[in-house]
Every structure is written in C-alpha cells, then in structure tokens.
C-alpha cells in the first residue's frame, strides 16, 4: 500500500498556473495508475486526469483537457498535475489517487488517496 502526499496547492488568480505534485513512498510506482480527483464544496468528487501504470496513456476530464497536464517521473516516485489557463469553477480540494495495475477508468474504486491540497481561484 503506498502513501501519498500532495503539495503544491494555493490561491491563484483566474488564468494563472499551479503546479500539484504527488509524492508517493511504499511501493513501485510503475505499477501504479496514478490519477487526480477532486471535490468542490457541496459537489460530488470528480475525476480530472490519470496515467496508466501500463503505456503511460494519459486521460483527461473534458473541461480540463488543454489546460491541464498530467505527467509521472517514476525515478522520484512523483506525478504531477500541471494546471494552466485556471478558471474560478476550477477551484476545490485536489487529491491525489493510485491504483495498482488499476485502469484510468477505475481509479475511482482504488484504496490509495492522500490528503488532498486546496487550489482557489479567485477571478
């Protein structure tokens, strides 16, 4: 079972950047479809974007897709979730998920989550 710990969150103004990251210690990365999800007050937790264990595909939510970049350096044991072009809506507490040999589709239903990180955007 590995552990994960988001950093990177913050208060940012509409169309600025911030850059999440997702430390993960206790197990091989590669072997883990790593993803970020996250939840907005009084809303429901969504997916935003996931690498596969397996190829390295990425997937993205469609209101993030152009926006956002997933990537994973599995030297550091790290992913990261490049958030560009931020918009108010994008504002919510971001966490971290990884699922071994999981598929992007369902992370979801994966037991590994960090504590997540908050991202406000202010507009």
């Known amino acids: 079972q590995v552990q994960l710990v988001e950093s990177g969150g913050g208060l940012v103004q509409a169309g600025g950047s911030l850059r999440l990251s997702c430390a993960a210690s206790?197990?091989?990365?590669?072997?883990?479809?790593m993803g970020w999800f996250r939840q907005a007050p009084g809303k429901e937790r969504e997916f935003v974007a996931a690498?596969?264990?397996?190829?390295?595909?990425?997937y993205y939510e469609d209101s993030v897709k152009g926006r956002f970049t997933i990537s994973r350096d599995n030297a550091k044991n790290t992913v990261y979730l490049q958030m560009n072009s931020l918009k108010p809506e994008d504002t919510a507490v971001y966490y971290c998920?990884?699922?071994?040999?999981?598929?992007?589709?369902?992370?979801?239903?994966?037991?590994?989550w960090g504590q997540g990180t908050q991202v406000t955007v202010s507009s």
């Open positions: 998920a990884a699922g071994k040999y999981y598929t992007p589709q369902n992370l979801h239903e994966a037991d590994c």
């Open positions: 690498v596969a264990w397996s190829g390295g595909r990425t």
């Open positions: 206790g197990g091989i990365l590669s072997l883990y479809t």
